[in-house]
């Protein structure tokens, strides 16, 4: 059973350009959850999602950041415009319907501003 | 606000037994996990404590103390390969709320 796949692993943007991250749960799961990691801090919550539907956003900023969880294909987390804070790795987790906290995380894509 | 607090960095000695330890103020609480994040690497899920007491597993332990707000990790007859970041959090309603992880070196 593949774990939790997230790509691409290293991305390099711009300033002005847009990211996509792309995140594709562990089989049989159904809710997946968004982390940001800035360097030597803590992961951050942003964003819950289940199968077209967004559960809770209230870590997410209000502005640039998007996300969607499709019917079919990968949960995507889109940044519009990134600026150099955005640097950060983020991380994806997934949980089974029946136990949401037991959420298993993907190994990441670490997002470059330049 | 939500706060959880542990220390910064920690060092010990291969073989020697390191107690991590993590205080929380959260406005709720359904459980506090520990995860191990090896540097660049996604956080690993090592323990899961929803009742006050302590759960062992192998050379891990966690411990829980609800009413201080308080658990530790405890890892023994370490080895090198323990260097790492290790992560407290806790479950409010669903999403993860992470202390900003203790990050242990062990040294021969």
């Known amino acids: 059973n593949a774990g939790v796949m997230q790509n691409p692993r290293h991305l390099v943007r711009r300033r002005g350009q847009e990211a996509r991250l792309r995140c594709s749960p562990m089989k049989g799961h159904s809710h997946v959850y968004w982390y940001r990691q800035l360097p030597e801090e803590g992961l951050k919550f942003m964003v819950y999602?289940?199968?077209?539907?967004?559960?809770?956003e209230s870590g997410m900023p209000k502005e640039r950041f998007s996300a969607e969880f499709p019917k079919e294909g990968p949960s995507i987390l889109r940044i519009q415009q990134v600026v150099r804070g955005d640097s950060a790795a983020y991380f994806c987790?997934?949980?089974?319907?029946?136990?949401?906290?037991?959420?298993?995380f993907g190994p990441g894509t670490r997002l470059t501003v330049t | 606000g939500q706060n959880i607090d542990q220390p910064t960095e920690m060092t010990a000695t291969e073989g020697a037994i390191v107690q991590i330890n993590c205080t929380y103020q959260t406005s709720g609480f359904n459980g506090l996990f520990w995860y191990q994040q090896h540097a660049g690497e996604a956080p690993t899920f090592l323990s899961y404590n929803v009742l006050d007491g302590l759960e062992e597993k192998g050379r891990f332990s966690s411990f829980l103390s609800r009413s201080k707000g308080y658990s530790y990790l405890l890892l023994k007859e370490l080895q090198m390969k323990d260097s790492a970041s290790y992560l407290c959090a806790v479950t409010i309603n669903t999403p993860l709320v992470f202390g900003k992880g203790t990050r242990l070196s062990v040294i021969a």
């Open positions: 999602l289940q199968k077209e539907n967004i559960i809770d």
């Open positions: 987790a997934s949980s089974p319907p029946t136990s949401p906290y037991e959420q298993y």
